[in-house]
């Protein structure tokens, strides 16, 4: 199984940015898709990113719109999300997400066809 533990979530102002991080760990970790999911209290959670580990192959969300890029380290170890141009409807619980289930992810983009979570990390957004 893999293993998702996420990390640089905060507190920070409109137009700001941040980098979130996901340290993956597991065994045959090509055969995966890693990516960002987001919720934000009374919406359902929403597709961010993703990242193929055997392709490097990226893709985003509609709401995106260049603001976002998705990207991992030499080693494959830890996937980022860096954040800028942060507006307040951004404010959400981001999650780090994993799946083989890679043909009918990458055209779905749904957290149905998610295996994998972490527990997720807050970021709030101010005026």
């Known amino acids: 199984q893999v293993q998702l533990v996420e990390s640089g979530g905060g507190l920070v102002q409109s137009g700001g940015s941040l980098r979130l991080s996901c340290a993956v760990s597991?065994?045959?970790?090509?055969?995966?898709?890693v990516g960002w999911f987001r919720q934000a209290p009374g919406k359902e959670r929403e597709f961010v990113a993703a990242l193929s580990l055997s392709t490097s192959n990226t893709i985003y969300g509609d709401f995106v719109k260049g603001r976002f890029t998705i990207s991992r380290d030499t080693a494959e170890a830890t996937v980022y999300l860096q954040m800028n141009s942060l507006n307040l409807e951004d404010t959400a619980v981001y999650y780090c997400?994993?799946?083989?289930?890679?043909?009918?992810?990458?055209?779905?983009?749904?957290?149905?066809?998610?295996?994998?979570w972490g527990k997720g990390t807050l970021v709030t957004v101010s005026s």
């Open positions: 997400a994993a799946t083989r289930i890679a043909t009918t992810f990458w055209s779905s983009r749904r957290h149905q066809d998610i295996q994998y």
């Open positions: 597991g065994r045959s970790l090509y055969e995966y898709i």
